[in-house]
């Protein structure tokens, strides 16, 4: 049976103002954003734990602190708690998911082997592909002697061509429980089109194994395409019982502490949903923490009235990029991690292992950074926690960007003399190189590679990136900023005063989505025009799935109701989602096919669109979502305080810049400073180069030009 919790569904009372507070989890930091009811923000980081629900809990306590309030007096106050993790994603791709068996229709037992002809290649990407010895290293989430036949057969109409034999069934169930499984993923063939087999045999497996955790697939992942569905319903399986216990465990712990409000987790597609809602499909939010980022981000350019923004999110482990095109942030429909192709509607973001933790190191002459990563344990060698390989942080600290005693990030004093110490033992003398020099290279080959992803996203997808605003996010987004800029010839970026814990601000702000969805196949050949029966089809599909997501949200008067339909061309596996009205006509469709086509070269590049190839419609998706209301704002921030003038390395390592310092912890608006100089922020530090101004405005945004050579 699918887990229960005693975690509240119920969705905070918002309709006052109260004190909200936003989490996410990364991969070393815990960030925190917190609001009062009058609108001060604060923002902090912990350093996350193993368990991650202490790092969560210090992190309430650092932001009590930072408030002038105990911890258990916060608590109570709190009327919203938004909280993203990467708890599912590392079980994923660590392989710590729970041990799961497969139950499928008689003769698709190998669907999880095959995959679609590349099932060795899974999770590589890049120059990697043309490795034949990385290939096949990464096996399905559940090995071929945990995937169970059951006699059953239905056609692609819901036709029943062979009953479901409820004796294969239970032959079937006995033998996972023998093998000691703690969830069961049930995949049928057209399940989608006659979900009472699954229905059938999810009630013989929980009598049979009343502890597992149950995942059926028409309710994952109601798509045309078995093994997209038994991808992502065996992922959703092993990530059941992970989730479900440490959602618990987090919900219990802040009871202690006092907190009432819900936990509202963040999703992939960039919404918030009930904790309840997360526990029984954890597949849904594992990338919630970047798509949280990259809906803070659209919501700043719709204040600032800038509708194409590029986010960068630059923690301790990765460096995560989204883009949004005329107010909206592109999405995918599947996602690959662990050796699972998951369909699961996700923000679409880009991503590199380049973050402040990211090692350093040479090899026969050649210096690379990252994807291995320090992490919060050991971390950097300057954190004193017994690291001992230099990282993009020491560089940093070596260059004069970070100060050693005004480091923010979980209040860690930094050690300069022992970065120096690694950076040149490491890195200096197999390249001949001094410390600074060393660390200005390790510099560069960071930036070049947060700067080709920019480019990938871009330049490569037909989009000019010099027609985007760049918001900077993340513990080192902001001193790194300025050069991805000049990389590209970009005049400057943002960086909101929230920017140290923007997927944390994304989580506390973002508005509550749910989703239903059912398939609804139409095949159009090149050349023909879309029918009023075609329309009728897609209206049908439509009045079920409006109805269904309508009765999944509290206080549905107040919902605002979208929908889409799953477009992709004749032969492609993947497909994308396009607007679709209520009541759909002929015309209707076919205006649908043309935003596809656009939207599919926004994605893939202009002229990379097939319509000789003609289309499939696959299914529709109705999406209810409630508007976060608007909290007010602190009217006044504060003055930026000049610290003094520090030396700091911008291009020549040789010849050190004499760069003023200013902090602040909320920027008041109407103030410019000139480069070079460095603006300390809670938890990061915005670079200003020679040539380069900051000013800020009313809302505490910092608008940084970085000028000419």
Known sequence: MTLTTDIPGTLPDETTHGWSIGTDVGGTFTDLWLRSPSGESYVCKSPTTADVVTGVVNAVHLAADLAGLGTQELCAKVQRF???????????????????????????????????????????????????????????????????EVNERVDANGNVLTPLDLASVEQAAEILKAEGVEAVAICLLWATERPEHEQAVAEVVARILPEAFLSMSHVIAPSVGEYARASTTTANAALGPIAGHYLLKLERELRELGMTAPIMMTTSAGGVVPAAAITSSPVNGLLSGPASCVVAGQSLGKEQGLPNILTMDVGGTSFDVGVVVQGVPLLREAVTFGGADMRVPSVDIASVGAGGG???????????????????????????????????????????????????????????DAAARAIEEQVGRPLGLNAVEAARAIRMVFDTTMSDLLRSVTIERGHDPREFTLVAGGGSGPSHAWALCRELGMEGFLVPATATAQSAYGAGTSDLKTTSSRTSYIRLSSGLTPQAEHAQTLAHALASTSTAVLDSVPDPDHATLTHSAAVRYHGQANHLDVY???????????????????????????????????????????????????????????????????QVVFEDPDVPEATRIYSCRWPAGGQTVFGPCLINLPGCVVVVPPNGSAATDDAGVIHVKVGIL
């Open 82 to 148: 938004g909280h993203g993790t990467t708890v599912g994603l590392n079980a994923l791709l660590t392989g710590r998911s729970a041990k799961t068996g497969l139950i499928t229709t008689r003769g698709f037992g190998d669907v999880l082997e095959i995959g679609r002809l590349r099932r060795g290649t899974a999770s590589l990407k890049g120059m990697d592909l043309g490795d034949y010895f990385l290939r096949g290293q990464v096996p399905p989430l559940v090995p071929r002697e945990l995937v169970v």
């Open 358 to 416: 990211s090692i350093a190191s040479v090899d026969g002459g050649i210096l690379s950074v990252g994807p291995r990563s320090a992490g919060a344990t050991p971390g950097p060698v300057c954190y004193g926690k017994g690291g001992t390989e230099p990282t993009t942080t020491d560089a940093d600290l070596v260059l004069g960007v970070l100060d050693p005693e005004a480091f923010s990030s979980g209040g860690i004093i930094l050690d300069r």
């Open 580 to 646: 679709l009205p209520q009541a759909p006509n002929a015309g209707d469709v076919t205006q649908m096919l043309s935003r596809f086509e656009a939207d599919y070269e926004l994605l893939f590049g202009a002229g990379a669109g097939f319509r000789e190839a003609g289309f499939e419609i696959l299914s529709v998706r109705s999406i209810a979502s409630r508007s976060t209301p608007a909290q007010p704002s602190a009217s006044n921030g504060e003055l930026f305080e000049e610290l003094g003038v520090r």
